[in-house]
């Protein structure tokens, strides 16, 4: 099968192309696994936290990609859950504990880090951790809903807000366009500020319903009750804790943060930005919870997706431009034919 191996941890602004090309033997079930031949698989910045070793993998080489949508295509023993033909998806979790606390569990297993991915033609899965995919849906809008909006939803249940209430959204990618739709679903009486670097990307906001938007640096028209970072930067976590109200939370969503602006931590200031009962709260990856609970969701809003699609080949293109902000919605590789 055709595969982008990640062979090496490199730097992707030293090295354009860290995803070689290869051919793989197809990998086969074990007992309650499922083979599941992949359609489209999305592209998500921890990709990046991989492949320059901010989060490595265990052992290389690994073929990356953990938003993940195809047709299963073999079944293990003891597997019940689906029939051959059937479209699924797999996120970021490959498999765990299955308990409540199961992403900060030693136990917890990366697609794509820890074992191969979807930047592939076939991937196996346990059957519990791959989730029926809502028809109304294409492959490439519901690769995004794996991992951007699954662990979108998971910081939204952190926020811990009430409708009618005011949330920030620091960072407009993947996550950010999926996480102000569903607040909007869910608490239609709140009040959704986006905060973003690019006038593109605040006017995407707008268009999808924001009440507010304006750079990371701008000062909103209230302070918000919890924000949420989706960003990749230290920058935006200093001015969030700064403009949140007194008794606010900051989420960070993000498996690892970048190095190059951790210098202006330096500046934090307890009496400005942690005093009056603020507070952080970090997001350690997602539960097959938060996907099943969101899928639905997802399904009954409908939710827009916005997606940018590139062939499996130019998977080094895709992740070379989500490094640089090329970004509007998500970034998609299209494997083989989609619905």
């Known amino acids: 099968m055709r595969a982008m191996v990640l062979a090496s941890i490199a730097d992707i602004q030293e090295n354009s192309e860290p995803l070689q090309l290869a051919e793989l033997p197809c990998p086969e079930p074990g007992d309650s696994e499922v083979l599941i031949k992949v359609a489209v698989c999305g592209v998500c910045h921890t990709e990046l936290d991989e492949i320059e070793g901010r989060a490595p993998p265990p052992k290389l080489p690994v073929v990356p990609g953990h938003e993940i949508v195809g047709r299963i295509a073999g079944l293990g023993a003891d597997c019940r859950r689906y029939k051959i033909g059937q479209r699924v998806g797999v996120g970021w979790v490959h498999s765990s504990t299955g308990d409540v606390d199961e992403n900060i569990d030693e136990a917890f297993v990366a697609t794509g880090r820890d074992v191969d991915g979807g930047y592939a033609e076939y991937v196996v899965v346990p059957e519990t951790y791959a989730y029926a995919i809502p028809e109304v849906f294409t492959d490439a809008e519901a690769a995004p ?27 407009f990618g993947g996550s950010g366009h999926l996480v102000l739709q569903v607040a909007k679903y869910l608490y239609p009486k709140a009040r959704v500020f986006v905060f973003a670097r690019s006038e593109s990307e605040r006017a995407f906001a707008m268009e999808l319903g924001a009440d507010w938007s304006g750079d990371t640096s701008d000062v909103p028209p209230e302070a918000p009750h919890a924000i949420i970072d989706t960003t990749p930067a230290w920058t935006p976590v200093l001015a969030a804790l700064e403009c949140l109200r007194p008794g606010g939370r900051l989420v960070i969503n993000a498996i690892r943060k970048e190095t190059a602006d951790r210098h202006i931590m330096a500046n934090i200031r307890y009496e400005e930005h942690l005093w009056l009962e603020k507070e952080i709260k970090s997001v350690a990856n997602v539960t097959h919870r938060d996907i099943e609970e969101f899928l639905p969701i997802a399904g009954e809003i409908p939710l827009r997706v916005e997606t940018q699609s590139y062939p499996l080949e130019q998977a080094n293109r895709a992740l070379t431009e989500l490094q640089a902000g090329h970004v509007r919605g998500a970034k998609v590789l299209i494997i083989s034919e989609t619905s």
């Open 145 to 171: 809903l794996l991992c951007a909006g699954g662990v979108g939803y998971r910081s939204l249940r952190l926020a811990n807000i009430s409708d009618g209430q005011v949330l920030g959204l620091t960072g």
